[in-house]
């Protein structure tokens, strides 16, 4: 199994819930760029899209996509608890905490990543607002819990860890919302995350 990530991408998350699961992988290290892998590889023959992550497989099966990829994993290791059962509401909730963090934020940080520093400072003014609003509702979710669906870590806080990692390149401070810097500080401290960051030449 190998797994195609760039380095504090959204790749991240699949990254952080193999090594949760304790699934044996290959991580391939691919230039976002130039769409070529560490190894000189052209990306594209292998994933179109040329995006990351991209999780194959074996010969000839490739998943893309972040959160099918993190329930692939997940499943791959029920014992693990990183995803409730399938066909449960539980189920259907991460599902729904999956799709908001992908929609809602990962998409908003996009314009911040992508050309911002050309465009109007109300332009830039307006998408912030924007991601702080939903950052608000992520914050009061958490305000009694320990990990989005609970107490249990799920691949749902992998994804949600990584896209709150953001904040730093982007130069918004996470210490506006006290329970997602608490958040974050907590996710950092588990070993597997702390392997995942090490690995991609991270710092925590």
Sequence with gaps: MRLFFSPGACSL???????????????????????RTQAGDDFRRLNPKGSVPALEISDGVLLTEGPAIVQYIADLKPASQLAPPCGTMPRYRLQEWLNY????????????????????ESWRQVVREG??????????????????????????????????????????????????????????????????????????
């Design 13 to 35: 998350s699949p990254h952080i819930a193999l090594r949760e699961a304790g699934i044996p992988f290959e991580a391939v290290q691919v230039h976002l760029g130039s769409k």
């Design 101 to 120: 963090i992908s929609t809602e934020l990962h998409k908003q940080f996009s314009p911040l990543f992508n050309g911002s520093a050309r465009a109007p």
């Design 131 to 204: 991601l702080f609003s939903r950052l608000d509702y992520v914050s009061d979710q958490l305000a009694e819990r320990t990990y989005l669906m609970g107490e249990a870590f799920t691949v749902a806080d992998c994804y949600l860890f990584t896209v709150l990692r953001w904040t730093r390149p982007v130069k918004i401070d996470l210490g506006r919302w006290p329970t997602l810097h608490g958040y974050a500080a907590r996710v950092t401290r588990r070993p597997a995350v702390q392997a995942a960051l090490a690995a991609e030449g991270l710092t925590s």
